[in-house]
């Protein structure tokens, strides 16, 4: 019997809720709303689960990095449901939920990057920095997350020799920077709880779970490259 996961998403500005069957999405819902995740969140998932009648076997949540208050009040959330029903939690990375969606978006649109060699999912940080993977076209981990600081020089050798598709938010302030016949943006790539779903399932069904008790998710935290000061005496 195909497991019934519930998917949590709160790394950025949207806060999503999916409920899931095997590959199948039984159940979505998503508000756009600025920092509504703490008054919302819990609405969705009861709504969610009462108008389906469903119990989930296991909750899948957004991993990061991503928005410190957002992913504190999903994790929260998920870990507290997965302790007072006894179900195994399940980490999905920021970055591969929105590979994920790039993945679909190309399949639905058939759009112009199905021949590209290289995927760069991006979350902004602060100024022209980002976290960054990379993806092949087969979905393997090309380049583990990093920060990374965005300048004209990013990215030249890997664009000598592939095609780059770029996007997240994070790709939104690149694109003056990097110029490349083999660079392409694609918008609108955000994370989302239902493109959660393959790796959430993957996970569940080779037992990959985190520990409830003490999982924390991988905050976008501050960095910032300086030059050192010269000191006057």
């Given at each position: 019997m195909s497991p019934l996961i519930l998917h949590i998403e709160t790394s950025g500005k949207a806060c999503s809720v999916a409920l899931s069957e095997g590959q199948d999405l039984i159940a979505e819902k998503i508000i756009l709303e600025d920092r509504s995740h703490a008054k919302s969140l819990t609405v969705m998932i009861q709504d969610i689960l009462k108008s389906t009648e469903k119990k989930p076997d296991a909750i899948a949540v957004s991993a990061g990095p991503g928005s410190y208050t957002g992913l504190r009040i999903g994790v929260s959330v998920a870990k507290a449901m997965c302790y007072a029903s006894n179900i195994p939690l399940i980490a999905v990375p920021t970055l591969e939920i929105m590979f994920n969606h790039l993945q679909f978006h190309k399949q639905e649109q058939h759009m112009e990057h199905a021949n590209a060699n290289l995927f760069v999912p991006m979350i902004d940080a602060r100024r022209m920095e980002v976290y960054q993977m990379i993806y092949n076209a087969n979905g393997e981990i090309i380049e583990a997350v990093e920060p990374k600081i965005i300048d004209e020089t990013s990215y030249q050798d890997e664009l000598k020799k592939h095609k780059l598709v770029f996007f997240g938010n994070g790709s939104e302030k690149c694109q003056n920077v990097i110029h490349h016949e083999n660079a392409m943006f694609v918008e609108g790539i955000d994370p989302e709880a239902k493109h959660m779903i393959s790796t959430a399932l993957r996970k569940y069904e080779a037992k990959d779970?985190?520990?409830?008790?003490?999982?924390?998710?991988?905050?976008?935290?501050?960095?910032?490259?300086?030059?050192?000061?010269?000191?006057l005496f």
């Open positions: 779970f985190e520990d409830v008790a003490y999982y924390e998710p991988f905050y976008l935290k501050a960095f910032m490259a300086t030059k050192p000061k010269n000191l």
